[in-house]
């Protein structure tokens, strides 16, 4: 069962770029690493989704080094609704992702 | 497209007390999960079913969580009797299929809005 380590918190501004890097040292050949976000009182939300390289969509971007035994969420110019808490979960093999504490994220104005 | 549906969106109870929540999935989800999620601790999965059967209950604390999809749709989780360390968002989630498909991107797992229980 592939684990993630994440930071705890982090503290950004409104407009600067964020990168949040979650370490999964014992990720399988199947496993992809998703990103979820959640806002309180809320269920959380899929962010993006890869296996290798680079992947962006209109929200993130994922970068996957070769040895996939890590990951960096991107968020370009955060804004004071990018607070929130953010997952890394790697899996979708034969088991399920398991939720880690998660990234608390405070956007500062 | 519908998101993942849940109610109620909030429950208050004394212990002992018996509560249901009910989940209505994304149309064509065959695969459905009720997660615990305790404040300031990440989702915690208590039961996943593939259309109408289990595939994972290892977490779900039988003596008092129950959870049904017997149409392979809807989904209900009962807690009876409920205990004070039962107040948590109860959160409803589904996704296409499970597992890897080879070649393919892995199940995108979508969450509901959760219901809030609190146990006093």
């Known amino acids: 069962l592939a684990k993630t380590t994440q930071p705890i918190s982090m503290d950004s501004y409104e407009g600067q770029e964020v990168n949040i890097t979650c370490s999964h040292n014992n990720i399988a050949t199947n496993d992809y690493i998703t990103w979820y976000q959640q806002f309180p009182s809320q269920g959380p939300r899929f962010i993006i989704q890869?296996?290798?390289t680079k992947v962006t969509n209109e929200v993130a971007s994922l970068f996957i080094p070769a040895d996939r035994k890590s990951s960096t969420l991107s968020l370009p110019r955060v804004s004071l609704s990018d607070t929130a808490v953010y997952y890394c979960l790697v899996g979708a093999g034969s088991y399920i992702p398991t939720f880690g504490r998660g990234t608390s994220l405070i956007v500062h104005p | 497209e519908a998101g993942v549906a849940q109610s109620p969106r909030y429950k208050i109870i004394e212990k002992r007390q018996s509560v249901a929540f009910w989940c209505n999935p994304i149309s064509g989800h065959a695969t459905l999960y009720w997660y615990q999620q305790i404040l300031g601790q990440g989702p915690k999965l208590l039961i996943q079913?593939?259309?109408?059967?289990?595939?994972?209950d290892s977490q779900l604390p039988k003596d008092r969580f129950s959870a049904e999809r017997l149409k392979g749709v809807d989904s209900t989780l009962k807690i009876q009797p409920a205990k004070l360390e039962d107040s948590a968002v109860y959160l409803c989630a589904s996704s296409k299929g499970w597992g890897q498909i080879p070649g393919g991107s892995g199940n995108t797992i979508y969450f509901g809005e959760g219901s809030w229980l609190t146990v006093v």
């Open positions: 890869g296996y290798k």
């Open positions: 079913f593939q259309n109408n059967g289990v595939v994972d």
